[in-house]
């Protein structure tokens, strides 16, 4: 993956997010995958290092929370974060640049995905077909059975998607940001292309 922060900028970010209130590094953590849509999520071996370099510094300061550490930035951090407002306007900028590219990468990502999965199940189509016409069996009963069958698992995966969805807000989260829901719907549109492919559809 590029280098998604030029040299000095996650330093003047991690003031801003804490800026906002203390947290938690975990919470810090997310804020960062939150802000970038869920395409980019920094690990704690990054961001733990550069908040106890932070602190060393006097812009930060940590206070013992259960097991957990929670960071706070100083005065001195504040002070710090006003005089740098216009980078840290630039950083923004970087960051919107950031998500729109990653998030282009992942569409594309998908996408080659989505048509390997196409030529497997066109693939996978014919052997079918190739097998039912040599097959003995009687045609009519074996296709209503698996009419039935392709139903329930069409049925199951709406169920775990609306489950999958309503455990994601159950979690805390406000919501659902505009580039997993981009992904989301570009993958369940590529799979209903692929399905009509296979099936013989003619497209609506």
């Known amino acids: 993956m ?13 003031l801003s997010l ?30 733990y290092p550069r908040l106890s370099k932070l ?8 206070a013992t929370d259960g097991r957990r550490t929670r960071y706070s930035i ?7 974060l006003k005089e740098r407002q216009e980078d840290l306007a630039g950083i923004e900028e970087d960051i919107a640049d950031s998500v729109r590219r990653l998030a282009d990468d992942l569409r594309g990502d998908i996408r080659r995905n989505m048509q390997g999965l196409r030529a497997e199940m066109a693939a996978s189509a014919e052997s079918a077909q190739r097998t039912a016409r040599r097959s003995t069996q009687t045609t009519d009963v074996l296709g209503h059975r698996a009419v039935k069958e392709l139903e329930h698992l069409v ?6 998607v609306r489950m999958d969805l309503r455990r994601h807000t159950a979690g805390g989260n406000a919501g659902i940001s ?5 992904t ?5 549109h590529q799979a209903h292309v692929a399905i009509r492919a296979t099936l013989g559809s003619r497209p609506d």
């Open 55 to 62: 602190e060393v510094e006097g812009l930060v300061s940590t």
């Open 18 to 47: 804490l800026d906002g209130g203390p947290k938690h590094g975990y919470e810090i953590i997310k804020a960062l995958s939150d802000r970038f849509g869920g395409t980019y999520s920094p690990s704690a071996g990054t961001i």
């Open 2 to 14: 590029p280098t998604v922060f030029a040299h000095g900028a996650l330093r003047l970010y991690l």
């Open 74 to 80: 100083t005065v001195a951090g504040q002070a710090e």
């Open 184 to 188: 989301v719907r570009t993958v369940l």
């Open 178 to 182: 505009d580039v997993t829901a981009e």
């Open 155 to 160: 049925n199951q995966f709406r169920d775990d």
